[in-house]
Structure formats: C-alpha cells, structure tokens
C-alpha cells in the first residue's frame, strides 16, 4: 500500500501539472460507483477509504466537478486532495492496487482503468484512476466535511509543529507494542508500515517494546528517524516492490526499495547477523535482535 512518500510524490506531481486545470469530462467505467458523502454518512468514512457506505451517485460526482477548476492538489495522511473552485474536494486512496496516471489521451487504454478525467491547461491531458483489486476509493465531499475527516488524524509526521513531546504522548496514549501505534493514524499520521520497519531499526529499538517503556530520548530519536526515512523515501520518489503495483504518474517505479535499511533484508548491514521475521498485527515486520535488543 502506497505510504507518505508515494502518495507526497503523486501528489507533487498531480499539482505542478493539474493546478488552475479545467476539468472537461469525467467517464466511469461501467458499473463502477462512486460516492458523495452527506454528512450523515460521514462517521461510516474509514481511514482505508474501504468501505464507504453511502448511496452511489456518479451523476453526483460528474454534475458537481465538471468544469470545475482545480484549485491544488494536496496530501492528507495517505489521501489525495483535489480542492475544485466550487470548495468540493475530490479525494482519493489508493489502499492496495490503485494507481493516478498523467496521459495524453492518445495514450493507450491503461489496464484496470476505472475513472478517466480530461484537464484543459496546456493542452488536453487524461487522469487515470486504475484500481486491480478496487480497494481504492475516489469521492467528492464538501469543503465543510472534509475539515471533519482531516481532525480523525493525528499530527502528520512531517508536520512541523508534532514535537518529541507532543510525539510520546501520542504514542503512549496507546498501550500497545511501538511498531502498532506508529502505523495507528489517529495517533501519528502517514507512516507506513516499511517506513516504521526502517525508523525503529535506525532506532534501536524493538518493533514491540511497549509504548510505555519509551521516554523522551527515545522519542525524539524515533520521530527523527521516522522523518529521514520519508524524506529519503520522498527524494526516491518511493518505493515500488516486486508486485510493482506502486508507479508516479507516469508510469515509473520508485527507487527507495534500492535503499531500504532493514525492511525485506535477510543480514543486518551493521552487524551481519540474520534479520528476523515477524508479523506483528498481521504485518510483516523485519528486524535484528542485536541492533534492536528487546528491553
């Protein structure tokens, strides 16, 4: 599932190419249904963008976003935020297998294609929502309803103002193992699951030390650590690994599984012993037992 990194490389992009474009048409795949949220429905909207349980209403969608005017594109968490003229957001999660690719519209029909928006702003460009699996969601909500899901998250982790103490309350508000509560978006949000393998690894510290056991050293050390390696992963345009289901919007894999620390390893690179395996809270974890003691 795409992480902080891919999704602030897509949106990078989505931005410096679509801003101030012009939405021209929208077409839906056959049978494939968005959703408008009513306020109501709100409380059913799940982090994952999983299961949204409003009534389908593409004509919705389409009446409201054509011939809007793309104001920015912007993260939230893993999300994707298009902010139209008219103060409708148009928000997306890729979750498992979806994909936003910039074409031409000569391009070749793309494989999964689900959603096709035409821009106009120099010259006509196609966005392409491709999904394999549909796990991924794309959804328009209000300007009003979209401040109410953004206070469901956590500080960002690259958020400027989350400081090391505002980070080890957030982590120690959750009695569970580290490695969870990083990956708990109401606590700290963005970090995934091969960003918080790396950081805890940098860290020294075991991925199910409890939270409780943390002070403020420890904190500060993990939230620096937790920053480098999305930065890094940012600088790398992501990560793509062997299912390469993750591409930018052209099409092209990341570089940041070139680079990966302990994630996906079999030997430590500090202290050559093996890497252990584990899933915690049915994610695959890697780790090393020297460099990463359990205490």
Do not use: W
Not at 37 to 47: S, V
Not at 104 to 109: A, G, I, L, M, Y
């Amino acid at each position: 599932m795409p992480e902080l990194p891919e999704v602030q490389t897509i949106t990078s992009d989505l931005n410096k190419y679509l801003k101030n474009a012009v939405i021209k048409s929208v077409e839906i795949e056959k049978g494939y249904k968005l959703f408008e949220l009513a306020p109501k429905r709100l409380k059913l909207f799940k982090f994952s963008l999983g299961k949204v349980k409003a009534q389908p209403n593409n004509e919705f969608f389409i009446k409201k976003v054509l011939d809007q005017r793309i104001v920015s594109v912007s993260r939230i968490a893993k999300n994707i935020s298009f902010e139209l003229a008219n103060d409708f957001h148009i928000l997306i999660h890729l979750a498992m297998t979806g994909q936003l690719l910039l074409r031409k519209p000569e391009h070749p029909k793309d494989k999964f294609q689900r959603v096709v928006i035409t821009f106009n702003k120099n010259g006509c460009y196609h966005l392409r929502f491709c999904d394999m699996r549909m796990f991924g969601k794309m959804v328009l909500i209000s300007k009003k309803d979209l401040s109410k899901f953004m206070e469901k998250y956590g500080y960002d982790a690259l958020n400027v103002d989350l400081t090391p103490e505002i980070f080890l309350k957030a982590l120690k508000s959750k009695r569970t193992a580290v490695k969870n509560a990083l990956l708990d978006q109401k606590k700290i949000s963005g970090i995934g699951n091969i960003y918080a393998t790396d950081a805890l690894f940098l860290s020294g510290i075991h991925p199910e030390v409890s939270t409780k056991s943390l002070d403020l050293k420890k904190a500060e050390i993990l939230l620096n650590n937790i920053r480098l390696v999305l930065n890094e992963g940012i600088k790398n345009r992501g990560s793509t690994l062997n299912d390469k289901m993750y591409v930018d919007v052209f099409g092209k894999p990341g570089n940041h599984q070139n680079y990966f620390r302990v994630y996906g390893k079999k030997t430590c690179a500090v202290c050559k012993n093996s890497v252990q395996f584990k899933k915690i809270n049915g994610r695959g974890t890697y780790f090393c037992l020297i460099c990463q003691p359990f205490a």
